[in-house]
C-alpha cells in the first residue's frame, strides 16, 4: 500500500508498545520518518530496534512523558515541525464508579485527553500554514458504548470525539484532516495483564483467559460488568433489511368517448371509464351542483366555496 507519506514525519505518542507501535512500524515501512514518544529508555531503544528490524529505516525516540505539560514542551522543542500526528497515548482501568476519586478522574483525562489537546494545539497551526497535515486520536469503542465498571475511561474516550470533530470543522476547505479511530480490545501486553486481573483463575493460561471474556464464551461469568456490556452487544437483535418491491403502475389507456342523445332530456351523454368522471356527467345533467370527487382530491377540497352548477348545453335534433 503506498499511502503517499514518504518523508513525511509522522509523530507518534505511546509507540513503545501496543497498538503505538503496530502504527509506528506501518509508517516507518511506508517512507515516513517517524517519532515515537516515551517514559522508558530502554522500552523506547527496544521499540525502535523492532521498528527498524521490520524494514523502517528513518525512526528515533523522545524520552518524554507526552500526558504532561512538561513532556509536551519537551517534544515540541525536539520536533518543532510535525506533519503526522497519532495521538495513541492512553490508559484505563476497570472501577466501580462509588470507587472513582477526582485524582482518578483528573490523571485519566490527563493522559488520555489533555496529552492530544496539547498537541494537536502545538501543531495544527504549522500544518494549516503548510495546507497539509493528518491529526488522529485513537479513541475507543466505549467512547460511544459506555462500559459501567469504566465510565471514566468511556467518558475520555468520549471527550476525543468531541475534540476530533471541533478540529476537523476548523480545517475546512484545507488538505489537513481530523479523525479519531475506534478499535475494541486488542491483544497486546497491556490487554493481557487486564483480562488476567479481571479472569476468574489470573494463573490460567491466557488462551483461556480470553476465550472467558470472547463471544461465543468457554464459561460465562455474569460478575463481570465487562463481559455483560460484551454479551449484551453481540445479542441485540438485527433488523433485516427492508426489501423493495416496486409498484406496478397500471398505464392509463383511455376507452373510446361516444356523444349520443340522451332520450330523456336530450343532453350529451358521455361514456367513459371512469367512475370519476361519470359521477361528474351524471350531476350535470341532473342540473346538480359543482360535484366533488370522493377520493383524496374531495377531501381536500372539502370546505372550499362551492362552484356554480355545470350545465350541458342540449344537442339539435
Avoid at 480545517?171 to 497486546?188: A, E, F, I, K, M
Wanted: net charge positive; aromatic share 4%; proline share 7%.
Amino acid at each position: 500500500m503506498d499511502l503517499q507519506i514518504n518523508g513525511k514525519t509522522a509523530l507518534v505518542t505511546g509507540a513503545t508498545a501496543g497498538i503505538g507501535l503496530e502504527i509506528a512500524r506501518s509508517l516507518a515501512i511506508e517512507g515516513a520518518r517517524v517519532v515515537i514518544t516515551g517514559r522508558d529508555r530502554v522500552k523506547l531503544d527496544s521499540a525502535i530496534a523492532a521498528v527498524k528490524t521490520s524494514g523502517g529505516s528513518e525512526i528515533t525516540g523522545i524520552l518524554a512523558d507526552a500526558a504532561s505539560a512538561e513532556g509536551a514542551a519537551i517534544i515540541a522543542k525536539a520536533e518543532p515541525l510535525v506533519d503526522i500526528l497519532v495521538n495513541n497515548i492512553g490508559i484505563y482501568e476497570s472501577k466501580a464508579f462509588g470507587d472513582i476519586t477526582d485524582a482518578d478522574w483528573s490523571h485519566l483525562f490527563d493522559v488520555n485527553v489533555m496529552s492530544g489537546v496539547r498537541l494537536s494545539r502545538t501543531y495544527l497551526p504549522g500544518m494549516l500554514e503548510r495546507n497539509w497535515g493528518r491529526i488522529i486520536f485513537i479513541s475507543s469503542e466505549s467512547g460511544l458504548a459506555i462500559p459501567e465498571d469504566m465510565i471514566h475511561y468511556a467518558t475520555s474516550k468520549t471527550a476525543q470525539l468531541s475534540i476530533s470533530r471541533g478540529l476537523a470543522q476548523l480545517t475546512r476547505g484545507t488538505n489537513v484532516t481530523v479523525n479519531s479511530v475506534l478499535p475494541g480490545p486488542t491483544r497486546s501486553e497491556g490487554i493481557e495483564a487486564f483480562l488476567r486481573s479481571q479472569a476468574s483463575d489470573p494463573s490460567a493460561p491466557i488462551k483461556e483467559i480470553e476465550a472467558e471474556f470472547s463471544p461465543p464464551p468457554a464459561r460465562l461469568r455474569s460478575s463481570s460488568a465487562w463481559w455483560r456490556r460484551k454479551r449484551w452487544q453481540t445479542s441485540l437483535p438485527i433488523s433485516p433489511a427492508p426489501v423493495h418491491r416496486p409498484r406496478t403502475v397500471q398505464p392509463f389507456v383511455p376507452k373510446a368517448v361516444s356523444s349520443t342523445p340522451s332520450p330523456e332530456k336530450g343532453t350529451t351523454h358521455v361514456k367513459h371509464a371512469s367512475d370519476h368522471h361519470r359521477h361528474h356527467h351524471r350531476q350535470a345533467r341532473q342540473g346538480g351542483g359543482a360535484w366533488r370527487c370522493p377520493g383524496k382530491a374531495g377531501r381536500r377540497d372539502a370546505g372550499r366555496r362551492r362552484l356554480p352548477p355545470v350545465r350541458v348545453a342540449p344537442v339539435a335534433r
